[in-house]
């Protein structure tokens, strides 16, 4: 059984920073693209970053220049570092683990609360 476990998430003033991680107990982590995802209240859940097993990371236009990902095969772990943390970046921030239709994974969320 696949594992996400993400931590960091928190309450911020804005402008501030936080850093979340996911820990994934996969036996091959370096083959799965790892996702940061988010959900406000009332609406859908939407892509933040990405960073593939190939080392190619995308973001989503509101968090450029914010927000880097990255990943530590070695500790099967992914980080999103949050800079200039604005008040809708308010949502629960989730991982996800993907190698295929068949292998697709996601934690159980983290709450990143950010106060104007």
């Known amino acids: 059984q696949v594992q996400l476990v993400e931590s960091g998430g928190g309450l911020v003033q804005a402008g501030g920073s936080l850093r979340l991680s996911c820990a994934a107990s996969v036996s091959i982590f370096n083959m799965y693209n790892m996702g940061w995802y988010r959900q406000a209240p009332g609406k859908q859940r939407e892509l933040v970053a990405i960073v593939t097993r190939g080392g190619v990371i995308d973001y989503a236009d509101s968090v450029k220049g914010r927000f880097t990902i990255s990943r530590d095969n070695a500790k099967k772990t992914v980080y999103l570092q949050m800079n200039s943390l604005k008040p809708e970046d308010t949502a629960v921030y989730y991982c996800?683990?993907?190698?295929?239709?068949?292998?697709?994974?996601w934690g159980q969320g983290t709450q990143v609360t950010v106060s104007s």
């Open positions: 996800n683990a993907n190698w295929g239709t068949a292998r697709d994974f």
